[in-house]
């Protein structure tokens, strides 16, 4: 039985808690079967600040079959509504072909490109062919256990979104993983509604997936806007997925869900300030507040105090500012007599207690 990682590395990159935030841009069926403008996809995740691009590999073939009975027609209140399934993956795959050179521009650039296989064909493909550095399992997927086996059996990073899936399901899943070489696995909390609405996010699955599985943790976010990205971080995710199109009004079957390249970058900008804010678990005066510790509260002669008088709470206070006794020795020196005459306004010090 393998065991799991709570942090592991896609290229060099180290994706785990208090590491900073991966992000992945989805290019989905935003290329419109169009190769110039699946690379200025590419270039665009780049500029907008994405650590990574993923495809999907399938072919109409692989993930139905082309029939016209009822079960292959979409009509289930979603965005492809209308559409045959069959049709719809036509529309919406990214030509195999494409695929090297797509990588080739990513690593360029500095980011990571990987896909989600949907059959043994195009896991064997992107592992042999392509040499991807990791797989994504897509939500719908993570309920295909002998697709799972196969990916484990290549001994790379496994990221899998959850989507409708139990508890009993992702350990199914996480556990096939395991038991067949994957150590490197990623969980990530996902609505696989498109677009989803944000108040069906439960995002505070997120820490409870951390702690059941002991693996980094994230979100595929199809909302639109940055905030359940942002918030995902707080709450200890590791890794963002977000679809990535040129244009939300633009025809195609993932455009009017997707981010555009100015949105990508300000959840982006907005995911980097989060993990700022969050910094690490610290106590005690930063740099920033250290000179203002000269503004707490001390103990301070607030009457003139002859030599031998008694201290008292009426001549005795503690006061601003801080360059006195801590408060915490008040009573200490309460009732002991005056070593020397202490003017008022003087900062107590022990010297001055007999």
Not at 120 to 128: G, K, S, W, Y
Request: glycine share 6%; charged share 25%; proline share 6%.
């Amino acid at each position: 039985m393998t065991q799991l990682n709570s942090h592991f590395e896609i290229n060099g990159r180290r994706i785990g808690p208090h590491e900073p935030t991966y992000i992945i841009a989805e290019l989905s069926a935003n290329h419109h079967q169009d190769f110039d403008r699946a690379v200025e996809l590419i270039h665009q995740a780049h500029r907008a600040g994405a650590d990574a691009v993923k495809l999907q590999t399938y072919t109409a073939e692989t993930l139905t079959l082309d029939s016209d009975q009822p079960c292959f027609q979409i009509d289930q209140g979603t965005v492809w509504d209308g559409k045959r399934l069959f049709a719809l993956y036509q529309e919406a795959a990214t030509p195999w072909e494409w695929h090297h050179e797509l990588k080739s521009i990513a690593n360029q650039l500095g980011m990571d490109l990987f896909s989600s296989p949907f059959d043994r064909t195009a896991v064997d493909f992107l592992d042999q062919k392509i040499d991807v550095p990791a797989f994504k399992i897509a939500s719908f997927e993570i309920v295909d256990i002998p697709l799972l086996k196969h990916v484990a059996t290549k001994g790379k990073p496994v990221i899998i979104s959850t989507g409708m899936a139990t508890v009993e399901e992702i350990e199914l899943a996480v556990t096939t993983l395991r038991d067949h070489g994957c150590r490197d696995v990623a969980v990530l909390k996902c609505v696989s509604a498109y677009p989803a609405p944000q108040e069906a996010m439960n995002l505070k699955t997120i820490p409870d997936l951390a702690f059941r599985f002991r693996v980094p943790v994230g979100l595929s976010d199809h909302t639109i806007g940055p905030e359940s990205a942002t918030l995902s971080v707080a709450l200890g995710g590791s890794i963002i997925e977000k679809h990535l199109t040129l244009s939300r009004e633009e025809p195609g079957p993932d455009s009017s869900f997707s981010s555009t390249p100015v949105e990508f970058a300000q959840m982006v900008s907005s995911v980097r300030q989060a993990e700022s804010c969050l910094g690490q678990v610290f106590y005690g005066p930063t740099e920033y507040d250290k000179q203002n510790i000269a503004f707490r509260r001390s103990l301070f002669a607030v009457k003139d105090i002859a030599a031998g008088e008694k201290l008292t709470h009426e001549n005795v206070r503690s006061i601003r500012p801080g360059q006195g006794l801590p408060p915490k020795h008040l009573d200490e020196v309460i009732d002991r007599e005056a070593s020397e005459s202490i003017p008022r306004g003087t900062p107590l010090k022990w010297r001055h207690v007999a």
